[in-house]
T-cell receptor, first 116, second 111 residues
Framework: NAGVMQNPRHLVRRRGQEARLRCSPMKGHSHVYWYRQLPEEGLKFMVYLQKENIIDESGMPKERFSAEFPKEGPSILRIQQVVRGDSAAYFC??????????????FGPGTRLTVL | TQLLEQSPQFLSIQEGENLTVYCNSSSVFSSLQWYRQEPGEGPVLLVTVVTGGEVKKLKRLTFQFGDARKDSSLHITAAQPGDTGLYLCAGYSRTGNQFYFGTGTSLTVIP
């Protein structure tokens, strides 16, 4: 049973280019969360999606950032016109629907974005 | 916003020592998870605690969930260099199916 997969693992972009980060959740998981992490810091929540729906995007910058989780295919985090401040590690996590008393998230290996 | 504060933020100890990491909040959570993250990797789930007062042991690691389900602790006995990493707690809220992460504790165990 494959875990959460993210690609690419490393991405280098020049200022002004677009970055597309992909996340395939664990089998059976329909919920995806994206986080951003700077060196020596914790995880910052960005967006929570279900298939074809954005549930909570309160942590995502209003401009240049967007996310989707289509009916078929991986979840995509898209950053347009990247700036140096976007350089960070971006993690995706997935979970089941969470209908019980508790729920658990499982993380992918992350995509390390470097903006030159 | 449901905030989780972890303490200490940084901890550097000698191999063989014991340590405790704390995760505190003013909010009640349905469950709480602990993760360890190594450099260049994603967080790995260590344990989930669900019931107030629950204690779980994972080899040399002991996890406790507070009676009121607002706080948790992680105790490591006889720390080893392999325990080095960033430890993160995350509270789960059934309302909104959301996870709230703590600020993290960076642990370094010196051989």
């Amino acid at each position: 049973n494959a875990g959460v997969m993210q690609n690419p693992r490393h991405l280098v972009r020049r200022r002004g280019q677009e970055a597309r980060l992909r996340c395939s959740p664990m089998k059976g998981h329909s919920h995806v969360y994206w986080y951003r992490q700077l060196p020596e810091e914790g995880l910052k929540f960005m967006v929570y999606l279900q298939k074809e729906n954005i549930i909570d995007e309160s942590g995502m910058p209003k401009e240049r950032f967007s996310a989707e989780f289509p009916k078929e295919g991986p979840s995509i985090l898209r950053i347009q016109q990247v700036v140096r401040g976007d350089s960070a590690a971006y993690f995706c996590a997935s979970s089941p629907p969470g209908t019980g008393t508790y729920n658990e998230q499982f993380f992918g290996p992350g995509t390390r974005l470097t903006v030159l | 916003t449901q905030l989780l504060e972890q303490s200490p933020q940084f901890l550097s100890i000698q191999e063989g020592e014991n340590l405790t990491v704390y995760c505190n909040s003013s909010s009640v959570f349905s469950s709480l998870q602990w993760y360890r993250q190594e450099p260049g990797e994603g967080p790995v789930l260590l344990v989930t605690v669900v019931t107030g007062g629950e204690v779980k042991k994972l080899k040399r690691l002991t996890f406790q969930f507070g009676d009121a389900r607002k706080d948790s602790s992680l105790h490591i006995t006889a720390a080893q260099p392999g325990d080095t990493g960033l430890y993160l707690c995350a509270g789960y809220s059934r309302t909104g199916n959301q996870f709230y992460f703590g600020t993290g504790t960076s642990l370094t165990v010196i051989p």
